[in-house]
């Protein structure tokens, strides 16, 4: 058995008129994510650390934003297809370490509910997964709330 570690980052701008999801749950807020597909920032920097962790590049290059198919996708389809890339290469989550750095809305109370969603699709437990929520002080894009951005680090375990 082989161990690898892989991170991911994303960002999503926020405008009025979209919805907004995160952690594969929909977030009532006054602005939602900008993306081609529904620009949940926490589940693209999740997928993107499983294919690095796996030495299989990135999100872009499995599911590009110039595919007319995917405008609009539910991220959660992109993160089970990702997770059955993986599986297909024989390799398996150990656990998910993440931190999602918003100024509002506040999500700390939905952080339980994203783990469940995420736990499901991917097919492990929840305690396997870690969801943490910061601000930037008001410092920055997401500190003038004009984004959200996110960070994940996976470890996976390789057996071919």
């Not at 995420?118 to 709330?145: H, N």
Request: charged share 25%; aromatic share 4%; glycine share 12%.
């Amino acid at each position: 058995m082989k161990i690898r570690v892989g991170f991911g980052f994303d960002v999503h701008k926020l405008e009025p008129g979209y919805e907004f999801w995160l952690g594969g749950v929909k977030i009532e807020h006054t602005k939602g994510s900008v993306g081609h597909s529904d620009g949940d920032a926490l589940i693209h920097a999740i997928c993107d650390a499983l294919l690095g962790a796996a030495g299989l590049r990135d999100i872009g290059v499995h599911f590009p934003d110039n595919d007319p198919t995917l405008k609009g996708i539910d991220s959660k389809i992109l993160l089970k297809k990702t997770v059955d890339i993986l599986t297909e290469k024989g390799v398996s989550i150990g656990n998910i370490d993440s931190t999602i750095c918003l100024e509002k809305p506040k999500i700390k109370a939905l952080i339980p509910q994203m783990q469940q969603t995420l736990a499901k699709v991917m097919g492990i437990d929840t305690t396997d997964i870690s969801i943490k929520a910061t601000t930037t002080e008001t410092l920055g894009f997401t500190g003038r709330e004009e984004g959200v951005s996110a960070y994940a680090v996976v470890l996976i375990e390789k057996s071919k």
